[in-house]
């Protein structure tokens, strides 16, 4: 699956997805007019919620604030869900799909 995205802003977004793959893990590659950043993370094993933080590198907890306001917000969820039922109806359709039609978001 590919999906081909186009922000208001001018910015573009390409997200391929291999459901049949046996490798668990995404790649992340972002470009700017300042360079590109990459990131590559294969999933592992389960990791017990115990244990979770430590491993894992998560320090926000119980109640800490994020200090960089790097935390996604319900909004940020809800846009990202509204771009996959947009790729959902694009493949349906054939044709492109504006989020703005599915959704009004204020």
Do not use: C, I
């Not at 699956?1 to 793959?21: C, E, I, N, P, Q």
């Not at 054939?94 to 009004?104: E, F, K, M, N």
């Amino acid at each position: 699956m590919a999906v081909a995205v186009r922000y208001t802003s001018g910015a573009t977004l390409t997200y391929h997805l291999t459901a049949y793959a046996p490798w668990e893990g995404y790649r992340l590659m972002v470009n700017g007019s300042l360079g590109r950043l990459e990131l590559e993370v294969t999933e592992s094993s389960h990791v017990d919620p115990e244990h979770a933080a430590t491993l894992k590198g998560v320090a926000l907890q119980g109640g800490q604030t994020d200090p960089l306001g790097r935390l996604a917000t319900q909004r940020d969820g809800a846009l990202s869900l509204l771009t996959g039922l947009a790729a959902n109806r694009s493949f349906e359709t054939g044709l492109p799909v504006r989020v703005a039609d599915l959704l009004r978001v204020p």
